[in-house]
């Protein structure tokens, strides 16, 4: 494949990648890296590049596991992919709370506070606006675990917008 | 879009049973600015959705990675060259041996000759030959043997 298309394909999904790669490892500098990889990864695999069905999903599975790496290379040990919700984290940014949204900080803590697998499924369909079958080709999950956990998701949601409702 | 409409959505958002579409309909419904206050509870979620999504990255620029590919493919066709040198090499080298080695097989077999001779002026030529040769040769050996000997004196003197 043609390095010309190569870029004009990566191109057209690298924000997709970086916010993806954002949410897992948790800060820029870790993201970049793991697009730097990435980019290594596709050339070197650029004569079959093309026989990929999704490109965009293959490089967004690759970008999880290479952020996976990141994250065990970071810990120094090789936990559970559902521990990794600790380190990847991001508070909410000063910003927000300067904008005194107490709901939106509150929102945002528990993105952060979903489990790892759940995290992944709400930006991926959420932010990133993915199907069921395309999520289940990047996480690895069949589509019935990805709609059981998405749901999962939101029903935390649900609950925890209902509570501040109460408190107000 | 009516606030029933919003309603029904919303209830199938929260029990992941909306398509994309639907999705779509809310998050513009949310990012519209006219959000009812029934349906604001759900507004900071959507505006978390929406500055998520605006993050980009710009300041990564795709290219191919040269510089490492190209240092790879080039330590690789070091190898293979310094592969196939070695390779001529000791084919080389075993060639020379054999042909050596079947050179020598042969000098042997001439100087293993046995020849007989009847007439013994004859025989005491052959024989006065061959004990030149060796005294020859002895002579050759011991001359080097002293002056190997007078560099050893020559060097305990240094000492």
New interface residues.
């Given amino acids: 494949m043609r390095?010309e298309t190569?870029?004009k394909a990566?191109?057209g999904y690298?924000?997709k990648?970086?916010?993806f790669s954002?949410?897992i490892v948790g800060n820029q500098f870790d993201a970049?890296d793991v697009?730097?990889e990435l980019?290594?990864k596709v050339?070197?695999k650029r004569e079959d590049f093309a026989q990929i069905e999704n490109q965009e999903a293959w490089c967004m599975t690759v970008t999880r596991n290479l952020c996976i790496d990141k994250i065990r290379k970071r810990k120094g040990d090789t936990k559970d992919i559902s521990d990794y919700h600790t380190i990847s984290d991001r508070s909410p940014t000063p910003d927000i709370i300067a904008e005194d949204?107490e709901?939106?900080s509150?929102?945002?803590k528990l993105?952060n506070e979903l489990p790892q697998n759940q995290k992944e499924i709400i930006?991926l369909?959420?932010?990133?606006?993915y199907?069921y079958k395309e999520i289940s080709e990047i996480i690895g999950l069949t589509e019935e675990q990805v709609?059981v956990n998405?749901?999962r998701a939101?029903?935390k949601?649900?609950e925890k917008?209902?509570h501040?409702?109460l408190q107000r | 879009m009516n606030n029933t409409e919003i309603n029904n959505l919303l209830n199938k958002y929260w029990n992941a049973e909306t398509n994309i579409h639907e999705e779509l309909k809310l998050k513009e419904y949310y990012n519209s600015g006219k959000v009812a206050e029934e349906h604001q509870d759900a507004a900071p979620l959507f505006q978390i959705f929406k500055m998520e999504s605006s993050i980009n990255a710009s300041n990564i620029e795709i290219k191919a990675p040269t510089e490492t590919l190209a240092r790879e493919s080039r330590v690789y066709q070091l190898n293979k060259s310094w592969r196939a040198i070695a390779a001529v090499f000791v084919i080389a080298l075993a060639s020379i041996f054999v042909v050596k080695s079947t050179l020598n097989t042969g000098n042997t077999s001439k100087k293993a000759t046995i020849v007989n001779v009847e007439d013994p002026e004859e025989a005491l030529a052959y024989t006065k030959m061959a004990l030149a040769m060796v005294s020859k040769n002895y002579r050759k050996g011991s001359d080097k043997l002293s002056i190997g000997m007078e560099n050893v004196n020559k060097m305990n003197i240094i000492k």
């Fill in positions: 390095n190569i870029i990566l191109e690298k924000d990648l970086y916010r954002l949410k970049e697009l730097q980019m290594i050339w070197k949204k709901s939106l509150m929102v945002m993105l930006h369909r959420d932010i990133e606006g199907t709609k998405l749901f939101r029903q949601f649900k917008i209902k501040l409702n």
